[in-house]
C-alpha cells in the first residue's frame, strides 16, 4: 500500500524566515496530495492541495510543488510568522483506494522564532 | 463551508465501559467518512472507512468488534469504543468529504477530534 515519508520531523526558523518541508510517497498511482496544519488539540485543517496534474501550486505565502516522476512533493512557507508554528502533515490519496482515503505523513513540528 | 462538527470533545471513562463519538458534517453531505487515531506527537492512523448505508471498511489490524462504526445518514456517523481499556485513550478524529466531490482528489474536512482517557 501506498507509505508516505515526511522531512525534517522538526523545523525551528526566525520569523520571516523561509521553512520547506519535505515529503515522498510510494504509490505512483496516487493523485492528490494535501496539506495540513494541526494546531494543539485539533484537527488538521486543510490549507493547500495539489492534484497530479499539475506541478506547483501557491497560495499566498504557501506554496506546493509536486515532482510526478521522483514522487516527492514540497511545502513553501515563505515570510514566517510566529502563527505559523504548529505540526504539519502531507498526505496522499492512493489511487488503488476508492474511497479517497488519505494516507499522512509522519508529521513537522514548525517552531517560528520572533 | 464544509465544517465537520465532532462531539464529545473529550471524555473519560472507566475501564470497561464503552463510549460514543458523533461526527456531523454540518452543511454538506457525506457518503463517506473516515476516522482517525493519533497517539501524542504522532501522525493520523486511519482506522476505517465508513460509508453511509453500508458496512464500515476497517484498516489491517482495526478490530471491528472494538471500535463499532455507523453511519446511518448523510451527515451522521458515530465510532462506538466498547469495553474500552487504558490503551484505547487517544485522540479519535473524523472528516468526511462531501457527496459530489470526486473521491480522489477532493478535499478531505476533519472534525476538531474527541480525547479519550480511559481510566
Avoid at chain 1, 63 to 89: C, G, M, R, W
Avoid at chain 1, 98 to 113: P, R, W
Avoid at chain 2, 78 to 93: K, W
Avoid at chain 2, 95 to 116: E, I
Wanted: aromatic fraction near 10%; proline fraction near 4%; glycine fraction near 8%.
Amino acid at each position: 500500500g501506498e507509505n508516505v515519508e515526511q522531512h525534517p520531523s522538526t523545523l525551528s526558523v526566525q520569523e520571516g524566515d523561509s521553512a520547506v518541508i519535505k515529503c515522498t510517497y510510494s504509490d505512483s498511482a496516487s493523485n492528490y496530495f494535501p496539506w495540513y496544519k494541526q494546531e494543539l488539540g485539533k484537527g488538521p485543517q486543510l490549507i493547500i492541495d495539489i492534484r497530479s496534474n499539475v506541478g506547483e501550486k501557491k497560495d499566498q505565502r504557501i506554496a506546493v510543488t509536486l515532482n510526478k516522476t521522483a514522487k516527492h512533493f514540497s511545502l513553501h512557507i515563505t515570510e514566517t510568522q510566529p502563527e505559523d508554528s504548529a505540526v504539519y502533515f502531507c498526505a496522499a490519496s492512493p489511487r488503488s483506494s476508492n474511497t479517497g482515503k488519505l494516507i499522512f505523513g509522519q508529521g513537522t513540528t514548525l517552531q517560528v522564532k520572533p | 463551508g464544509a465544517v465537520v462538527s465532532q462531539h464529545p470533545s473529550w471524555v473519560i471513562c472507566k475501564s470497561g465501559t464503552s463510549v460514543k463519538i458523533e461526527c456531523r458534517s454540518l452543511d454538506f453531505q457525506a457518503t463517506t467518512m473516515f476516522w482517525y487515531r493519533q497517539f501524542p506527537k504522532q501522525s493520523l492512523m486511519l482506522m476505517a472507512t465508513s460509508n453511509e448505508g453500508s458496512k464500515a471498511t476497517y484498516e489491517q489490524g482495526v478490530e471491528k468488534d472494538k471500535f463499532l462504526i455507523n453511519h446511518a445518514s448523510l451527515t451522521l456517523s458515530t465510532l462506538t469504543v466498547t469495553s474500552a481499556h487504558p490503551e484505547d485513550s487517544s485522540f479519535y478524529i473524523c472528516s468526511a468529504r462531501g457527496a459530489g466531490g470526486n473521491s480522489y482528489n477532493s478535499p478531505l474536512h476533519f472534525g476538531n477530534g474527541t480525547r479519550l482517557t480511559v481510566t
